[in-house]
């Protein structure tokens, strides 16, 4: 059967000539070296240009990353090796090291070493940490040396591919070659390893047309490929993969099964001639160079093959390996999100490539599937028990049947003792099946369930669906989608009714009554769990949640992939693999999801009454959030241990006492803000001014002093205003209150001179003169030495200010007749309403009134008295009277707020 593997071209880019390709091993990047002279960096993921520049103007056939030097080593025809910082830009190192075009480059995974060839004939080994000294030169070919190639299982060994017919293998420390592999009727142009640790392969590819693959213990040629119609210039053993990659300069790219060495597929991307291949260990991404631009290839999926069973064993296959791990061995609590470590177990070797694995529900036996076929083995030894061609196996949720699809139209279902019990071909394209208490067959944009015994349909659901998870009781089920994900409920009983009541068989259309759709959650599921009746899943955000009802919960963020494997219950832990096969785990105590789930069923005395119990007090914060995302705001309060958290449910239940209590025990600027509010609400102005200062919301405590007309507090509340450099506050306060020269203070305190000389010419026109001179000196020291000479002063151009001797002397009256307004009481004001509106400068200029604050004779004191409480008065009014449990000192005497002259 063909290798069934989905290919996926993530990117392209059109370019110019490209002659080499390398793909980083951490950077989501790929280098591409140009024809024309230039190197460029692309961001595969988001198709973006990261580096661009030009090295020569001569082609560049070869560069390599050195992913822990973050440097780039390129190659080009005018015979010098270049290095450059690729973050800094910066040039490393720039030296001749052929007399000819160089054409390969190859970097030692550990040692400060690469190795250069060239059309000089001659191989190089360079040493970056020896001054870039050539450590060892190596003589053997008759033509151009075209590529050279690590041995990853032995670093200390590279192999060459020369036009000269052969492949040479070497040793870094011997000139001569170990031997030579001689079978290309023509130029070798390329050379690779396999990676796996069962073959000592490398393949090759010439201007013969042909790819080999030879056995470099026996020095044999193992197998000849053919398929390409012109020369083989790349190949590539791809080392996450069970396939072998080659390019030709007719433009195609072949993908051989490194196994049967079986033609799989045959690419074509319309970008002429291909050049170069480039892989990345633990990866399944492959870049291509071409002489129109430069493509990357996603080979599959990025998911591990792996399954755990209910007592903790995981299997796990690469490549055609399979091994276990049991996570019950770990010692001691593992650290969550820590790899765990643990004994690998070797089971041995699988006879397909597996692409999927799944334990039965009793965990004796697994299922492998791949390459079309499928193989049941026992868990514990890997013991062949049944095989036959699939493209998916499905096992049911408890009696240890399973069942097959092959292509879209063949499900047959198999007893435990592996025979073959019933088969359908369905009147729709299959494109998935889902094991558990139904068996699920997914079309293209529905999902049909149907019952084991006999395959008739029990219910369709128009969903197009992803993946299917039953619950260990089967009586949820979640069907996910593209974006988002659908829990519903099982009905046993309604489907047992309906095949009871149709005589053995169900209506047509199916059972109606057979499920319930509780819940709909918008989120991308990556892989999932059922934990009792909790569904938990990783998105594509990398993290870690779970569902209780519609309630969705980070369990963790996750610094990269993981997929789920499984849950254990006695542990208290959830187990996830990465891409590596790395086992990781989380911890989810059950008790928790128990409680969250009696909680959704309505059961909350239950829940705190058994479960409650059983929960750490750590643990009890996050119930208290969960609580009241259900409305249950009260018992939320009871559960919280978080002060900050608590104070919060107090606030919002209106319980004024305790979140007092709980901000006078743990203070903090927003608890007492938040407590300001309510206080305000309920009418506690007492505790209101208590939190407004706590929290030093100085504008509350202007708002609160104005409301009840306290001058003596509003006097300090400037005064501290001005401390905690709150101006705007600190000025309002002060004017209220009458501190007019507080006011004048504030604005020169705060840098606002041009307001304080305008200030001062309404209100206090005796100290326009000092406060003129700075304006002047401010101006100058900023260069505006025109505009500060234009600004008048009242003494030396007395002419331009008519009047200003009437309103200094105004000014002088207005602060005698306030003086003698204090204590006046509130109920005087009705006797004086009549004279607001009145400006104080043209009653003294109406008036004659002396500088000290008399009238001339015939006006009575106390109409000038009314007079002038008018004019004091602003918006607040009169001081309360005597007695008044408003005011603070019976007196709230306000300055001239009618400027003194128009």
């Known amino acids: 059967?063909?290798?069934?593997?989905?290919?996926?071209?993530?990117?392209?880019?059109?370019?110019?000539?490209?002659?080499?390709?390398?793909?980083?091993?951490?950077?989501?990047?790929?280098l591409a070296t140009m024809y024309d002279g230039h190197v460029i960096i692309y961001n595969y993921e988001t198709s973006a240009v990261v580096k661009s520049w030009e090295v020569t103007d001569q082609p560049v056939r070869c560069g390599a990353f050195v992913a822990r030097k973050q440097w780039i080593i390129v190659g080009a025809d005018d015979m010098f090796i270049r290095c450059y910082n690729y973050n800094t830009m910066e040039k490393i190192k720039v030296f001749e090291a052929h007399i000819d075009y160089i054409r390969s480059i190859t970097v030692h995974p550990t040692l400060p070493i690469f190795v250069t060839c060239s059309d000089d004939m001659h191989v190089k080994a360079w040493d970056w940490e020896k001054g870039w000294d050539c450590v060892m030169l190596f003589e053997g070919h008759a033509h151009y040396?075209?590529?050279?190639?690590?041995?990853?299982?032995?670093?200390?060994?590279?192999?060459?591919?020369?036009?000269?017919?052969?492949?040479?293998?070497?040793?870094?420390?011997?000139?001569?070659?170990?031997?030579?592999?001689?079978?290309?009727?023509?130029?070798?142009?390329?050379?690779?390893?396999?990676?796996?640790?069962?073959?000592?392969?490398?393949?090759?590819?010439?201007?013969?047309?042909?790819?080999?693959?030879?056995?470099?213990?026996?020095?044999?040629?193992?197998?000849?490929?053919?398929?390409?119609?012109?020369?083989?210039?790349?190949?590539?053993f791809l080392p996450d993969r069970p396939l072998i990659v080659s390019g030709s300069e007719d433009g195609s790219v072949i993908l051989w099964h490194s196994n049967t060495y079986r033609l799989e597929q045959k690419l074509s991307y319309g970008l002429d001639r291909c050049w170069s291949v480039a892989y990345l260990k633990g990866s399944n991404k492959v870049a291509l160079g071409f002489d129109e631009g430069t493509v990357l290839l996603q080979m599959g999926k990025d998911t591990p093959v792996a399954s755990m069973d209910s007592s903790g064993k995981v299997?796990?296959?690469?490549?055609?390996?399979?091994?276990?791990?049991?996570?019950?061995?770990?010692?001691?609590?593992?650290?969550?999100?820590?790899?765990l470590s643990v004994a690998t177990k070797e089971l041995g070797s699988c006879e397909i490539y597996p692409q999927t694995l799944a334990h039965s529900p009793n965990g004796r036996f697994v299922a492998v599937c791949g390459d079309g076929e499928y193989i049941?083995?026992?868990a514990l030894n890997l013991r062949n028990k049944s095989f036959g061609s699939a493209d998916q196996v499905v096992w049911d949720n408890s009696v240890g049947e399973y069942a097959t699809r092959l292509g879209t139209s063949d499900i047959r279902v198999f007893n435990k003792l592996f025979k073959e019990r019933k088969s359908m071909r369905p009147t729709y394209a299959a494109e998935s099946i889902f094991g558990g208490a139904l068996l699920a067959v997914s079309g293209k944009d529905f999902i049909c369930f149907y019952d084991w015994e006999d395959l008739q349909l029990v219910r369709r659901?128009?969903?197009?669906?992803?993946?299917?998870?039953?619950?260990?009781?089967?009586?949820?089920?979640?069907?996910?989608?593209?974006?988002?994900?659908?829990?519903?409920?099982?009905?046993?009983?309604?489907?047992?009714?309906?095949?009871?009541?149709?005589?053995?068989?169900?209506?047509?259309?199916?059972?109606?009554d057979a499920f319930e759709l509780i819940h709909e959650v918008s989120e991308t599921v990556q892989t999932a769990r059922w934990v009792g009746d909790c569904f938990v899943y990783t998105n594509t955000s990398s993290r870690l949640n779970y569902a209780v009802g519609a309630e969705v919960t980070t369990l963790v963020h996750m610094d990269r992939p993981m997929f789920l494997l499984g849950y254990l219950p006695k542990e208290n832990r959830l187990y996830c693999i990465d891409k590596e096969q790395n086992v990781v785990s989380y911890t989810l105590l059950l008790a928790v999801l128990e409680f969250k789930t009696a909680v959704v069923r309505g059961g909350i005395h239950i829940a705190k009454e058994k479960v409650l119990p059983r929960i750490p007090t750590s643990e009890h914060s996050k119930l208290a959030r969960f609580l009241e995302s259900q409305g249950l705001k009260e018992d939320a309060l009871d559960l919280a241990t978080d002060p900050d958290y608590r104070c919060d449910l107090a606030i919002g239940l209106g319980r004024l006492d305790l979140a007092t209590e709980i901000a006078r025990e743990f203070p903090s600027e927003l608890k007492w803000s938040q407590l300001a509010d309510l206080a305000t609400v309920k009418g506690d102005f007492v505790l209101a001014e208590e939190a407004l200062r706590e929290s030093d919301d100085y504008s509350g405590l202007l708002t609160l002093y104005s409301a009840r007309s306290d001058k003596k507090s509003m006097v300090q509340l400037a005064d501290k205003?001005?401390?905690?450099?709150?101006?705007?506050?600190?000025?309002?306060a002060a004017f209220m209150s009458g501190e007019l020269e507080k006011c004048l203070d504030v604005l020169l305190q705060s840098g606002r001179i041009p307001e304080a000389a305008i200030?001062?010419?309404?209100?206090?026109?005796?100290?326009?003169?000092?406060?003129?001179?700075?304006?002047?000196?401010?101006?100058?020291?900023?260069?505006?030495?025109?505009?500060?000479?234009?600004?008048?002063?009242?003494?030396?151009?007395?002419?331009?200010?008519?009047?200003?001797?009437?309103?200094?002397?105004?000014?002088?009256?207005?602060?005698?007749?306030?003086a003698r307004r204090v204590g006046k009481p509130g109920t005087a004001f009705a006797d004086h309403r009549h004279e607001a509106g009145m400006e104080l400068a043209e009653l003294l200029q109406a008036m004659n009134i002396n500088g000290n604050g008399t009238a001339p004779a015939g006006i009575e004191d106390n109409k000038i008295d009314g007079m002038v409480d008018d004019m004091d008065k602003d918006e607040f009014g009169d001081p309360p009277a005597e007695g008044d449990p408003v005011g603070v000192d019976g007196s709230m005497p306000v300055g001239n707020a009618t400027p003194i002259e128009t």
């Open 145 to 236: 040396v075209m590529q050279v190639k690590f041995n990853p299982k032995d670093p200390n060994t590279f192999a060459s591919a020369s036009l000269d017919h052969t492949i040479k293998v070497w040793n870094l420390s011997s000139p001569v070659p170990n031997f030579t592999l001689e079978g290309h009727e023509k130029g070798v142009n390329c050379v690779d390893y396999y990676n796996g640790g069962d073959k000592p392969y490398l393949v090759s590819g010439g201007d013969d047309k042909c790819v080999r693959i030879w056995d470099y213990q026996t020095k044999s040629c193992v197998q000849t490929l053919e398929g390409h119609s012109h020369n083989v210039s790349c190949v590539a």
């Open 376 to 378: 049941i083995y026992t």
């Open 461 to 512: 659901i128009d969903v197009e669906a992803n993946g299917v998870y039953w619950s260990d009781q089967a009586h949820l089920l979640a069907i996910v989608s593209e974006s988002s994900f659908y829990v519903l409920q099982y009905s046993a009983d309604a489907v047992h009714k309906a095949l009871e009541e149709g005589g053995g068989r169900f209506p047509e259309d199916g059972v109606e």
């Open 759 to 818: 200030f001062a010419r309404t209100y206090l026109p005796s100290r326009m003169t000092p406060i003129v001179d700075m304006w002047r000196t401010e101006l100058r020291k900023s260069g505006s030495v025109r505009i500060a000479d234009a600004i008048a002063d009242p003494t030396a151009h007395p002419h331009l200010f008519p009047g200003i001797e009437d309103s200094i002397a105004g000014e002088q009256a207005a602060k005698t007749m306030a």
């Open 1 to 30: 059967m063909p290798l069934r593997l989905e290919i996926d071209r993530k990117f392209t880019q059109s370019s110019e000539r490209v002659k080499c390709v390398d793909i980083h091993p951490t950077e989501p990047w790929v």
């Open 721 to 732: 205003a001005s401390a905690a450099h709150k101006m705007n506050v600190a000025f309002l």
């Open 315 to 339: 299997i796990l296959a690469k490549h055609n390996e399979v091994s276990t791990v049991n996570v019950r061995t770990v010692q001691g609590t593992p650290t969550d999100g820590e790899r």
